[in-house]
């Protein structure tokens, strides 16, 4: 196990009517004028930013509102609400919505402090020292950004989608977190999230430093659940042992409990950032059409964890040979991820019917270098094979 340092400050309230409490959970972290952010609508539609308004105007909290922010939020969206920011004068923001809502949220969080602009710190031209306060009311399991140090952008201009990783100052103060507030959304959305907190668990899981066994177990036993739960609330939207099983995981997937101690790994995302980035496809849809392909490629190179995981949680027995179980237990996730979440299998099933290969794979390695250093090494021909396997 390597040495690690583990900070996660949040707060998680988790449960039936948890929103009501968003108001005295501010104040206790000092809140008194709050913007709110949320997206296109849903949070309107279903009432719950009513309610939220209402909780926190009982105790007293002034509140300015930023919305419309889109899924593969932009930057043109923190720039508007930097602009707010300056003009209200927050001391806490506090996101409603999912991923894109929370990271649109962080990156002006950073970028309330800071005389140039926000972009900066996403291409490491700068690196924030101060960020306003976030708490967060998740209404979508997915991202896992309500207990993550990170936040990821588009910059509208060059298409580039990267993310700023500083849980110091970026984990939420506080993630309420009510199961109840996820059976609205389209079934669509609830396989993408799901398919997106298993890549999260995968990309801590592929990694070549041994004898990390807590972090092994723990991530075959979220996945193991993950896909039975993933099952019934495909069935019934409306279960909530499932949803609420669902939405933890979320949570934990990409909280860091099951990485610490080892080297991770993240290229199966940087991949599926270029997809999402030039075509504005749902994350983790494009994950489903790209964590197959990288998982087999992975069978022929470096099989151990692929061959693990095909073993202990993809129900394929040992034959004695690695390489082969590796490339059935790719196989029976692609299998699964198409029968039980309805997700795409390819580009033109994720609605990309002649998708610029040569694009997303120079921009890749431009933004991450000409070979990235993970579980495997990979170059620019490997990445474009990979990509290739999805064209299939
Ligand atoms: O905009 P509204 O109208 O609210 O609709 C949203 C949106 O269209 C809808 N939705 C959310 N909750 C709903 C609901 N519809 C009905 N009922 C509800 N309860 O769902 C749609 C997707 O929302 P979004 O916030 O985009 O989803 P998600 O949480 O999957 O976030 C995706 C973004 O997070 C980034 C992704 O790249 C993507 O940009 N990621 C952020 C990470 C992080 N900060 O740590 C890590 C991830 O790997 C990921 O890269
Ligand atoms: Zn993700």
New binding site residues.
Partial sequence: MNNFTFYSPTEFVFGRETETQVGRLCIRYGARRVMIV??????VR?GLLDRVKDSLTREGIVCCELSG?????VDTKVREGLALAQEFQPDFLLPV???????TA?AIAVGYYYEGDFWDFYIGKAKPHQALPVGVVL??P????EG?G???I?DTRTKV?T?LREPMLLRPRFAVMNPE??M???AW?TA??IS?MM??ILERYLSNTPDVQIGDRLAEGMLLAIMEMAARVMKDPLDYEARANIMWCGTIA?NDTCSLGRKEDWFS?AME?EV?AEYDV???AGLAVIVPAFLLYASRHNPHKVAQLAHRVLGIADSGDMEEDARQGALALKAWLHDVLRMPVNFSQLGIQAPDLELMNTRLHKLKGEVLHGYMDLDAAATMEIYRMVME
């Fill in positions: 949320y997206g296109g609508g849903s949070v279903s922010v889109q899924p593969n939020p919505g999912g991923g894109s809502v929370i990271d962080k209404t979508i997915a991202a896992g950004s993550s990170n936040t990821v588009t989608k993310g507030l996820t609205t959304l389209p959305q993408s999230g997106d890549a999260h990409h995302h950032h999402s749902t994350h983790g």
